[in-house]
């Protein structure tokens, strides 16, 4: 069974940058849609990105021009390319396939405060 694994939390000020990283179990080019999904702090989960393999990506309105999804096939690697980050982006990151999601992993905590 598929299994993603994020991994490029941290902690950083307003306006700072992360960059997220998700590493699939198996084969990755074959994922016809990847997701980055956040659980804020009263663990609602909303999904903030996502790409097709045709090259399409959709953002929510909260991180529009803010954040970048990409993937690396040949390293099974789905990113997450933050900038600007405000303290409402706070939460736990993850990601899995838009369709037939596999379990959920473990996350990767981003935290925005001064």
């Known amino acids: 069974q598929e299994q993603f694994v994020e991994s490029g939390g941290g902690s950083v000020q307003p306006g700072g940058s992360l960059k997220l990283s998700c590493i699939a179990s198996r084969t990755f080019d074959s994922i016809f849609s990847m997701a980055w999904y956040r659980q804020g702090p009263h663990n609602q989960r909303e999904r903030v990105a996502s790409d097709h393999l045709s090259g399409v990506t959709h953002y929510a309105d909260s991180v529009k021009g803010r954040f970048t999804i990409s993937r690396d096939n040949a390293k099974r690697t789905a990113y997450l390319q933050m900038n600007n980050l405000k303290p409402e982006d706070t939460g736990i990151y993850y990601c899995?396939?838009?369709?037939?999601?596999?379990?959920w992993g473990q996350g990767t905590q981003v935290t925005v405060s001064s």
């Open positions: 899995n396939s838009l369709i037939n999601p596999a379990p």
